[in-house]
């Protein structure tokens, strides 16, 4: 199975009706209404995947300090864990700063193996963890 990553943020309403799913989608200052071919099940697929968004708490940044190391990457400037938490924190060449909770010592290890961080965060953490930024 191949995961996309689709950013739903602009989606504001859905509607379905037989010509298939209605959409309004906010464009900076306008809303956008848009027609789409498609039967019931993409719409209560949608609407199941607003109630399982609206369910998943935010996990709370984790305060203290975690010793990161370098991690020469073009992905990552620097990786950090805390054995006690099962807590991952990422430092992106971006600047941003993530932290994933309930990550396995074993996955941290695995990290710290791999020939190439980019590649094992994109198949191993992005998407199976819950994170937070925090910077």
Avoid: C
């Avoid at 198949?123 to 925090?134: A, M, N």
Wanted: glycine share 4%; no cysteine; hydrophobic share 35%.
């Amino acid at each position: 199975m191949k995961l996309s990553k689709i950013d739903l943020s602009s989606l504001k309403a859905i509607a379905h009706d037989e010509d298939g799913l209605k959409l309004l989608i906010e464009r900076e200052d306008e809303i956008e209404y848009i027609e789409i071919p498609a039967p019931l099940a993409a719409y209560e697929g949608l609407q199941l995947l607003d109630r399982i968004i609206a369910s998943t708490p935010e996990i709370e940044p984790y305060e203290e300090h975690i010793e990161m190391l370098p991690a020469h990457s073009t992905m990552a400037a620097q990786v950090g864990y805390d054995y006690d938490r099962e807590i991952l924190q990422i430092e992106f060449n971006s600047g941003a700063v993530y932290q994933y909770s309930e990550v396995e010592p074993e996955l941290w290890e695995d990290l710290q193996a791999t020939d190439s961080i980019g590649s094992f965060y994109n198949q191993e953490i992005k998407g199976y963890y819950p994170s937070t930024r925090i910077e």
